[in-house]
């Protein structure tokens, strides 16, 4: 017999066959139909979940990215422009480019701060620009103190000037002539209350600490005293001079 | 008459059954499974175990139901999933050996198989044929695979197929002519 036709023989037999399954097996099948069902569901949920959690991790380190991406482009510009308005309104005319400028001491500050014509800078040398820049603000700050310092100074001078010429003429109209000495004795106690008003603000009632130190220096600073005593004096001489002119 | 109705109620079942429908796939089921049981046992000497990969294949059956294209029968798509399901077993189980074992080599023509012999009977000279020689031929013999598929399969060359097949008749005819001599007590050739 050839092999085909006993496999032939074999295959007509077993195909042939049924064995009929256990009652427990379509059970078995049956669960197992349902049970991933409830699987992919929450795979499907889980999934959803882990991709919610993905996007927002990436949006995160994006946005950290982006941020700190766009303060290291220009840190020190940023900050720098923050203090400058702070410190100085004249920085904002600077930035403004503002074509008019008022007084002497923001002429002086544009001038200061007035931009090179357009070449790139690098960052560093921008930083170190900004700092100089920092540095002709609070100086030009210094001059604009000292100039109202100045002013008022010269105004309380001029103010005793007027008082004393009042006083030198009361006096000279009751005796009649005025001593030197007595013009000194006046100059001296005017001297002093020029000092002492410059310490003491009567209008804001507050002590000038800058003034109260300078005071005590001027112990050591003869100068200042004699330049206060010298300035009322000539301003009296001349007042003096202008009455007498004025008289004749 | 009656098949094309039976085909008609086969395809209807086969659209609720991909829809989930558990009814449908409980028909579908009753309608294969004596068959598809069966498939599995010629692998696997254990009934309760041919029960068990014929569970699994089932599974596989209704979860991957789209899958079907109708451009074969739907049996002979049942049928490589039980026999794929029954290789899986015996690989899990490390059953298969493509070993070679000594034949007696004076046998050389094939008995005729005994038309009274039961199926029964076959299956047990089946079961009794070693793991590799076993599911060769009835991979061969009986579901109608060639060698190269065999081969793909079985992870093995299609050689190794081809001697297996050739031992596990060789020693089925053996084991027939003995069941014979047993029966009848003369050669049958």
New interface residues.
Partial sequence: MAPIKFDENIKEKLDARRIKPSSQAWERIEQELEMPVKRSTNRKIIGWIALAACFAGILIIAGSLFFRTENSNEPALVETSKELKETAPIQREKENDLPEIENKKELLVQEELKPKPTQFVEPQQEILQNSETEQKLADANQKEEVIEENTDFKKSIDKKIDELVAQVDSIESKNKSVTDAEIDALLAQAQKQVITERIFNEKTKRVDANALLMDVEAELDRPLQEKVFEALKDGFLKAREAIADRNN | MKVIPFFRNEKQLIKKAVK?D?EA??AL?DLH???M??IC??YISD?QK??EA??NG??KV??NLEQFREEGSFEGWIRRIMVRESISYLRAESKIQFSDYELDKTTE?????DST????H??QL?DNLPEGYRVVFVM???EGYKHSEIADILNINEGTSKSQLFKA?KM??QKLIESNNYQYGTDKV
Avoid: D, G, H
């Avoid at chain 2, 012999?117 to 029964?120: G, K, Q, V």
């Fill in positions: 989930k558990r796939q409980k089921y499974a004596p068959k049981l069966s046992r010629q009934l041919a029960e014929m569970c089932f599974l209704f979860k023509s094939y008995n005729n198989v012999l039961e199926a029964e076959i299956q089946i061969y013999a009986i008749r089925l005819q």
